[in-house]
């Protein structure tokens, strides 16, 4: 199921830019304080973020306690930074925050945890995301509430058995209110995955498994948007949404490197990537 391309939609589809455009500024100016970090991770992910927080998932900005908010499960501890950007781009901390990213300690570590607020649980160790995103979403359905889960993983996570372990839990249980966002950017800390330990075809994998499965293009704000009209329209099926991004998304310098898993970056070189983001969106190119 697609949007029709209505006034209204198409003036989402440019707010979500421009959230998008917001997050990935955010992410340069955490980088920057310390000269390195998962920068292209943040990035590139950017796009999911700003339809997750400003366009989907209900949630109190002043209550990260209400018991019935929309849960944001981060698998992947290192892309804490692009989430960071949307927590405060949101109001749950202040953006002045940021400037403490990588700080001693600063509640926001580059690999996260929950002494963020609006973070679920602390991701770091691999594997681990999904078992607790059906443990909660299992919680959910006991407590008779209707609040969903919404999880990011990686594509480098799924070799991790007990992603699968939980993935079967899932179908088995029909919680159709869980979101699986695996993000296939094709790279990892030793290489692209292919080369590690092969993980595709994802999607046909994740069907097998029994859940209700779409691949887009993670980094189209309007893909998205379908793909989840389109999720919320089947019931008794986790859904998996299978996402194709590039890394370093809007910054040309970190698109086109060969190895971006984690960045270094020096202190003269920040300028003149501040400037490709700004330039990608003055030249008409969407962000993405």
């Known amino acids: 199921m ?3 391309s209505t006034p209204e939609t198409v003036s989402k589809v440019q707010s979500l830019e421009q959230r998008a455009l917001s997050l990935r500024r955010h992410v340069l100016r955490m980088a920057e ?6 920068v292209g991770q943040g990035l590139g992910i950017a796009d999911l973020l700003a339809v997750l927080y400003f366009g989907e998932m209900n949630y109190d900005p002043s209550n990260q306690t209400w018991p019935d908010r929309d849960r944001f ?13 949307a927590l405060a781009e949101a109001g749950v901390i ?6 403490t990213y990588g700080a001693d300690e600063s509640r ?11 973070f679920e649980m602390t991701g770091g160790s691999l594997g681990h995301g999904l078992g607790q995103a059906v443990g909660m ?22 070799q991790e058995g007990s992603t699968w372990e939980a993935a079967m839990a899932a179908s088995h249980y029909h919680l159709d209110g869980l979101f699986a966002f695996i993000d296939c950017n094709n790279q990892q800390a030793d290489g692209p995955p292919a080369k590690v330990l092969s993980v595709e075809p994802v999607h046909e994998k994740w069907r097998a ?29 986790p859904h998996a949404i299978v996402l194709d991004t590039l890394m370093g998304k809007g910054v040309r310098s970190f698109e086109q490197r060969e190895k971006n898993h984690f960045i270094r970056v020096d202190a003269n070189e920040w300028s003149t990537l501040r400037e490709q983001l700004e330039s990608t969106q003055s030249d008409g190119e969407r962000i993405p």
């Open 94 to 99: 202040e953006i002045e925050e940021l400037d």
């Open 137 to 158: 979403a299992l919680g959910l359905r006991l407590d008779q509430k209707q609040a969903r889960i919404f999880n990011l993983l990686s594509d480098g996570e799924l």
């Open 108 to 118: 926001l570590e580059m690999s996260g945890s929950e002494i963020t607020p609006g």
């Open 2 to 4: 697609s949007r029709a």
């Open 209 to 237: 498994f029994g859940w209700d499965t779409q691949r887009v293009d993670g980094n189209n704000i309007q893909a998205l948007l379908s793909a989840l009209d389109q999720a919320k329209t089947v019931r008794g099926k």
């Open 33 to 38: 304080r310390v000269g390195q970090g998962y």
């Open 73 to 85: 499960i981060l698998s992947i501890g290192h892309y804490s930074i692009g989430l960071y950007a």
